[in-house]
């Protein structure tokens, strides 16, 4: 199954193409905020919350609507890395999977913004619990591949740390969450594991690009 398009992969192009959208629709949705935003104060969700953003959370939630159709791509190109291992083998199969329930619960984090707010924590719980599986299950499988760049997983590996702080603070402060404007800098976190993720996957697909995966 390769998914190509002339010289780059498909997973290649998307990658990149995701994080583009995502990061120029948020920051148009900040841009629209209509009071002075912190992150490290505020929910990045709070910009899809049509009460506290009436224009730019249309912005907010059709950005996470697309990148994560986008990201469904990404995922299943993958596979144009066919390990030679059967071990690898699994581990790709696995995070690619995992990979598109991720995507998945990014579109619907854009369908149920903030407003639908029970909807909203199960599909944004479901990006942050699957966000640190998906990459360990990746670089372990490509990780001995001799096109795979050292440095990608590195930098998977801080990704995994900050997604992974970030959910231990939220379980210390359980209530955390139904306070759109909390006293402490959680958000910030938020705010890192989804860009520091976004930009893994693009850093990933620049791998691709760079060894004509």
Same mark, same amino acid.
């Given at each position: 199954?390769?998914?190509?398009?002339?010289?780059?992969?498909?997973?290649?192009?998307?990658?990149?193409?995701?994080?583009?959208?995502?990061?120029?629709?948020?920051?148009?949705?900040?841009?629209?905020?209509?009071?002075?935003?912190?992150?490290?104060?505020? #929910?990045?969700?709070?910009?899809? !919350?049509? !009460?506290?953003?009436?224009?730019?959370?249309?912005?907010?939630?059709?950005?996470?609507?697309?990148?994560?159709?986008?990201?469904?791509?990404?995922?299943?190109?993958?596979?144009?890395?066919?390990?030679? +291992?059967?071990?690898? +083998?699994?581990?790709?199969?696995?995070?690619?999977?995992?990979?598109?329930?991720?995507? /998945?619960?990014?579109?619907?984090?854009?369908?149920?913004?903030? /407003?639908?707010?029970?909807?909203?924590?199960?599909?944004?719980?479901?990006?942050?619990?699957?966000?640190?599986? /998906?990459?360990?299950?990746?670089?372990?499988?490509?990780?001995?591949?001799?096109?795979?760049?050292?440095?990608?997983?590195?930098?998977?590996?801080?990704?995994?740390?900050?997604?992974?702080?970030?959910?231990?603070?939220?379980?210390?402060?359980? !209530?955390?969450?139904?306070?759109?404007?909390?006293?402490?800098?959680?958000?910030?976190?938020? #705010?890192?594991?989804?860009?520091?993720?976004?930009? #893994?996957?693009? /850093?990933?697909?620049?791998?691709?690009?760079? +060894?004509?995966?």
């Amino acid at each position: 199954m390769e998914l190509k398009y002339h010289k780059y992969s498909l997973s290649s192009i998307t990658g990149l193409v995701a994080v583009v959208v995502f990061t120029v629709f948020t920051f148009i949705s900040l841009a629209l905020y209509p009071v002075p935003y912190n992150p490290l104060y505020e #929910w990045l969700s709070n910009l899809g !919350n049509i !009460n506290l953003n009436p224009i730019g959370s249309y912005f907010f939630n059709w950005g996470c609507i697309l990148t994560g159709l986008i990201l469904i791509i990404f995922f299943v190109g993958l596979y144009n890395w066919k390990p030679v +291992k059967t071990l690898s +083998k699994i581990f790709l199969i696995i995070g690619m999977g995992l990979g598109i329930l991720a995507s /998945i619960s990014l579109i619907m984090v854009g369908v149920y913004p903030e /407003i639908y707010i029970q909807q909203h924590l199960i599909a944004a719980a479901g990006v942050f619990i699957l966000l640190f599986i /998906i990459i360990i299950f990746l670089n372990m499988a490509l990780f001995y591949n001799p096109k795979f760049i050292r440095g990608v997983a590195y930098f998977g590996f801080l990704v995994i740390i900050i997604d992974l702080c970030f959910q231990y603070l939220l379980s210390v402060n359980k !209530n955390i969450l139904s306070n759109l404007n909390p006293t402490s800098p959680v958000p910030g976190l938020e #705010w890192a594991a989804v860009f520091t993720s976004l930009a #893994w996957v693009g /850093i990933l697909a620049l791998n691709m690009i760079i +060894k004509r995966i």
